[in-house]
């Protein structure tokens, strides 16, 4: 017996030995006699064994965790320095706005042509109308209008700014509608127009053209058809006789009414005569 027992201490010391020998290599687990009782010393020296050997495969793991953990840190976290220096969101100003907004109406431009005075005319009165919807406001207009010149239009603005002092935030719009008349639509062009509508008769015109020539020519004689009663007895004083005689009889109390008799008057004749032509070509 005690030959043995000495035997089993000098292998246990032996595997101690080696094993701090070679520190870079794990210690190999000694064979286990199943024959001889093992100790509690035994017992400990084994657990101990086996947790070295569990935290040296876990190593790299955690390794890589802590890396991770510490990028996703620095990626989230914001220096003050870096918070601080934030673009501020830009902000559009109150002229680019309002134009902004005026050019959602999708208005027309001028070209300061010189042969069509209507046309000038039109166009401002266009631009007029989406001042009223959009509820530009008055120190607002000239800049939106203006946008909207182009070729000679723009050369003459250019000219009138000058005259008008250079500054365009101190000139008004009644100034602006002022030179462009006097410009494009003079008071001997408006006379001619007011002229023209006061003598205006369908002659051979149909319904419709009459219709359109009157209503353009009525824009440049507000007081003439200051109100409906004074628009319609106008249109109807120009209609052709045979026309006008059954229109004022049917006493319209509107220009629409008046429009819409003398349309259906019209019609019919059209008719008649059209069918007097199919008799004719069958005889």
């Known amino acids: 017996m005690p030959p043995r027992r000495g035997a089993r201490r000098g292998g246990g010391r032996g595997g101690r030995g080696v094993g701090?020998?070679?520190?870079?290599?794990?210690?190999?687990?000694?064979?286990?006699?199943?024959?001889v009782p093992?100790?509690?010393a035994d017992l400990g020296a084994m657990e101990q064994r086996y947790q070295d050997m569990l935290q040296a495969a876990l190593a790299p793991f955690l390794a890589v965790q802590q890396n991770q953990a510490a990028l996703v840190q620095a990626q989230?976290?914001?220096?003050?320095?870096?918070?601080?220096?934030?673009?501020?969101?830009f902000q559009l100003s109150a002229e680019a706005k309002h134009l902004r907004d005026f050019r959602k109406y999708n208005p027309k431009t001028?070209?300061?042509?010189?042969?069509?005075p209507t046309k000038a005319q039109m166009w401002l009165t266009s631009i007029e109308t989406i001042f009223r919807y959009m509820k530009c406001p008055e120190d607002q207009k000239v800049?939106?209008?203006?946008?909207?010149?182009?070729?000679?239009?723009?050369?003459?603005?250019?000219?009138?700014?000058?005259?008008?002092?250079?500054?365009?935030?101190?000139?008004?719009?009644?100034?602006?509608k002022e030179n462009f008349y006097a410009k494009f639509f003079s008071a001997n062009v408006k006379h001619a127009k007011l002229q023209k509508f006061l003598n205006l008769e369908q002659g051979d015109m149909t319904v419709e053209q009459y219709d359109v020539e009157f209503d353009m020519l009525s824009r440049f004689s507000p007081d003439v058809v200051r109100d409906e009663a004074a628009r319609t007895e106008k249109f109807v004083r120009g209609l052709r006789l045979d026309?006008?005689?059954?229109?004022?009889?049917?006493?319209?109390?509107?220009?629409?009414?008046?429009?819409?008799?003398?349309?259906?008057?019209?019609?019919?004749?059209?008719?008649?005569?059209?069918k007097?032509?199919?008799?004719?070509?069958?005889?």
């Open 243 to 274: 026309l006008q005689g059954i229109v004022r009889a049917l006493r319209p109390a509107t220009y629409a009414d008046a429009l819409r008799i003398a349309l259906d008057l019209s019609l019919h004749e059209r008719v008649d005569s059209s």
């Open 143 to 176: 800049q939106c209008a203006v946008f909207f010149l182009e070729d000679r239009g723009t050369a003459w603005w250019e000219t009138a700014e000058r005259m008008l002092g250079g500054d365009v935030s101190k000139i008004t719009w009644e100034q602006v």
């Open 76 to 89: 989230t976290v914001i220096p003050p320095a870096l918070a601080e220096a934030q673009p501020v969101p």
């Open 38 to 40: 093992i100790t509690q």
């Open 110 to 116: 001028f070209d300061g042509s010189m042969d069509n």
């Open 20 to 35: 701090r020998g070679k520190p870079e290599e794990q210690p190999a687990a000694p064979a286990v006699n199943p024959n």
């Open 276 to 283: 007097a032509a199919s008799r004719g070509t069958t005889l």
